[in-house]
């Protein structure tokens, strides 16, 4: 068992630091801080203020400078503050350097997202997932976070001639590691079995960055009652569910959200949940048009996907929240024509991008969703008639 600092509890009073380098604008920090905000109230931790600070590179012992970590320090005193998230990765030694001029408990956005993970795991596979992640990230800190392991062997033989504790703790996790990666390939290995016993079925799964909405169209299309709230990560355990339009039946996934910075580890870890994606015919990339950072993540989607080879597949681009979009788009002294020019030359745009594979909702307020039910029908179809061209009873 790890003996680990304690975790992102329930109302813990938090505050943000960001860092302002060569290779992060002022603004993108902004934005980064902002959905640090918004996964740190995920996490049950309100935050209070955000720390921002000009510098060429991160400083390598307490990544911001000297005196910015004294401004930090002042103002917590008092505030009943028990928490500062730094919203890049820190090392080991950054933690404890840190931490012994705040003496305040320090983690980093990677930590931050991966309890969330482990709030939200439900299946024995999305436990083990996190779990080999969280380990994957103890690894290279080890010095500095951890006073020791406990000793669930002890005895004779539990130390090496020699061996530091933080060399046997360090063991210890590898061997934990490797434990892990055993049992998730047998649980991968039991959920290809499932997953060659759907049959024939074309597949199509929802992906897109976290909180754009997929839960709510899976529900939505599927008729079915998938946990969705305004959280991220609502979703972690992919949810497949059968689906039939006009007598066509095809299966319908919704995975786990996408977000920027998403550490490295907890993407390996979670490869196995993806293979949803990875495995489907089809992809309905979802994107939260009323967020002003919204081609960002359409990036940031991409990517992770092209990391994932899942990025040439056949794919629908469906823009969701128009309602919103225009409430923030529009003031009410606007006209309606230019109103309906800027948005026709949005969507102009979009279709020239995605080459006409896109279709404009609100799944919330169910507009435009009969286009989008015929748009992915006709995908499914070409799907079924290209593949399995005499069974013609998929096409009537």
């Known amino acids: 068992m790890i003996e680990k600092k304690q975790a992102v509890q ?95 408990k320090v983690i980093d956005r990677s930590d931050l997202i991966l309890d969330i993970f482990a709030r939200r795991a439900r299946t024995a596979q999305a436990k083990v997932q996190v779990e080999l992640a969280q380990y994957q990230y103890i690894l290279p800190r080890l010095k500095g976070m951890w006073s020791h392991l406990e000793r669930q062997g002890g005895g004779i033989g539990s130390r090496g001639p020699g061996e530091t504790e933080i060399e046997t703790d360090r063991r210890i996790i590898k061997d934990k590691i490797g434990l892990l990666r055993k049992r998730l390939a047998e649980i991968d290995k039991q959920s290809l079995t499932q997953r060659k016993d759907r049959g024939e079925y074309i597949r199509v799964a929802l992906v897109g960055y976290t909180n754009v909405g997929k839960s709510t169209i899976m ?81 940031v989607v991409n990517r992770t996907l092209n990391e994932l080879k899942a990025f040439d597949k056949p794919t629908i681009m469906i823009f969701n929240k128009m309602d919103l979009y225009e409430q923030n788009t529009f003031d009410k002294w606007l006209a309606d024509d230019i109103k309906q020019d800027i948005l026709t030359q949005m969507k102009t745009n979009w279709e020239g991008r995605s080459q006409g594979n896109c279709v404009f909702i609100s799944a919330l307020e169910k507009k435009n969703i009969d286009e989008l039910r015929k748009t992915i029908m006709d995908k499914v179809m070409n799907l079924y008639r290209e593949r399995y061209p005499y069974k013609s009873e998929y096409f009537y």
Do not use: C, W
Not at 37 to 64: H, N, S, W, Y
Not at 281 to 286: E, G, K, P
């Open 219 to 299: 529900n939505m299309l599927s008729k079915s009652e998938v946990f969705a709230e305004n959280k991220l990560f609502a979703t972690l355990d992919t949810t497949t569910r059968k689906v039939v339009f006009d007598q066509t039946p095809f299966l319908l996934s919704d995975t786990v959200g996408f977000i920027r910075k998403l550490p490295h580890h907890l993407v390996e870890s979670f490869k196995s949940t993806l293979d949803e994606v990875r495995e489907s015919d089809i992809l309905l990339h979802v994107v939260d048009i009323s967020h002003p950072q919204y081609e960002d993540q359409v990036e």
């Open 10 to 104: 329930q109302e813990e009073r938090a505050v943000i630091v960001g860092l302002i380098t060569k290779e992060q604008t002022e603004r993108q920090v902004q934005e980064y801080l902002d959905e640090l905000v918004f996964l740190a109230e995920t996490a049950g931790a309100p935050i209070i203020k955000r720390f921002t600070q000009k510098m060429a590179r991160p400083d390598r012992a307490t990544f911001v400078g000297k005196g910015k970590l004294e401004e930090i320090r002042d103002f917590t005193i008092g505030r009943n503050i028990t928490l500062v998230i730094f919203d890049d990765e820190l090392s080991g030694s950054q933690i404890a350097n840190i931490e012994k001029v705040l003496n305040i």
